[in-house]
């Protein structure tokens, strides 16, 4: 099995140079492009199901099917794995009963989107500033996309009379999380190709996406009025 710790480009080790340690980079086989596509893939899951992907990477990381990096350890403990296993199975709940979802994907608007950044900006530690803040404007920007597209998405079936079509949207926005998760960790150009056509369809339906993200925040702020 392919772990991501013998892919993963950035493992630091040291050095002595006279009375200091100089950190040098250990290539241990995974690309930049390849990190590209596993931050692609993994903010665009974030965007749609945050606690679903962190708890994926966690699991998948203790269980030694890949290794993240150091600064990214924490995700593999057991207290964080507990904690997003529990608020999946809550958010699993709360987003299919009808006008709760709406504050539920309101207020998880501020929650996706900073996570994916966060992810992006410890599997980046190894590169440059630079290189780092467009790593996590670009995890950022993705998530975002993802969160609009299901919001978008959401307001399309909302309308509907029967309760079965937002409960399937969302076990599919679940599952769709989890699987793109484990399937970058193997297949990251692919997995990264897979998110890049879906953004594009979003970018493709901004005037929607835009207005259905205005019309959460409202509906939302109605419901807390109500």
Not at 20 to 27: A, Q, S, T
């Amino acid at each position: 099995m392919r772990a991501l710790g013998r892919r993963l480009a950035g493992a630091t080790e040291y050095r002595v140079v006279g009375r200091c340690f100089e950190p040098i980079l250990v290539d241990v086989g995974f690309s930049s492009n390849e990190l590209v596509g596993l931050l692609v893939a993994t903010s665009f899951a974030a965007g749609l199901n945050v606690y679903a992907t962190v708890g994926t990477l966690g699991l998948l990381a203790h269980t030694g099917v890949m290794v993240l990096p150091s600064s990214l350890h924490l995700i593999s403990s057991w207290w964080v794995i507990a904690a997003s296993v529990v608020l999946f199975f809550i958010e699993f709940f709360a987003d299919k009963v009808p006008f709760f979802d709406l504050l539920w994907n309101a207020l998880h608007t501020f929650v996706r989107v900073p996570v994916a950044a966060l992810i992006a900006y410890g599997a980046t530690s190894q590169l440059s500033p630079g290189k780092q803040l467009m790593a996590v404007l670009v995890g950022g920007a993705i998530a975002l996309a993802a969160h609009g597209g299901k919001t978008a998405a959401r307001a399309a079936v909302t309308a509907s009379p029967e309760p079965f079509s937002n409960a399937l949207l969302s076990l599919s926005e679940d599952a769709l999380a989890v699987l793109l998760t484990t399937f970058a960790t193997r297949h990251p150009y692919s997995a990264a190709a897979i998110v890049t056509v879906f953004v594009a369809i979003i970018v493709l339906l901004t005037r929607t996406v835009v207005r259905a993200m205005l019309n959460l925040f409202r509906d939302a702020a109605q419901e807390l009025a109500a």
